[in-house]
């Protein structure tokens, strides 16, 4: 998910899409230490898809962006 399609969220949205994608990662997570997951690097996107949303709602806390 790029930063651009992240700016269209209401802040809302973007708090429930961070509880998402956290549950994502933690599921994730449990998966690689199990030994059943495949692609092991989409823990790093869904990281950074957090980071990126994380950033996104601090810029707008800040009044930095929009």
Do not use: C, P, W
Not at 7 to 17: I, V
Not at 21 to 49: C, P, S, W, Y
């Amino acid at each position: 998910m790029k930063a651009a399609e992240i700016r269209n969220y209401s802040d809302e949205e973007l708090k429930k899409l961070l509880l998402e994608k956290k549950k994502q990662l933690m599921d994730m997570r449990f998966q690689h230490a199990m030994g059943q997951l495949r692609n092991t690097a989409q823990i790093k996107e869904v990281r950074r898809d957090i980071a990126r949303i994380r950033t996104i709602l601090r810029e707008r806390e800040l009044g930095i962006r929009r």
